[in-house]
């Protein structure tokens, strides 16, 4: 009876939620090409999202990672850079991405050419640590 309850009163907290805060949510930007498209900033993120996540900088731990840094910064001193790769398992098993490193290289290279005055943070979800080791490789 405690757990009915429990899961009544779960299911009357998610159908009372408000549509906004469901359409907020489902519209996560899960690609970001800002380094490629846009100007430079103080800082350029290049993230490569998780295996399985959509995108080029996924769903799950980016888009609020990008939304935190900017609230820090400022979000006209933030520009992101989705890194293109399969992100596939087998990668991530095998020790990265070969394609993948070599995507995050040459991103890492035009962040440095083309805006030689930012800062260059190389980050992501999960097996994106292979990709940064095989950077050096």
Known sequence: MKYTTILSSLLALTSALPAAQVEQRQAVQTTRNELITGA??????IFGRGSGQPGNVGSIVGPPFFTTLSSRLGASNVAVQGVDYPATYEDAVAGGSRAGAATLVSLA???????????????GYRYVVFLILRMYT
């Open 40 to 45: 430079c900033k103080k800082v350029t993120i």
């Open 109 to 123: 290279q035009l962040a440095s050419s083309k805006c030689p005055n930012t800062q260059i943070v190389l980050s």
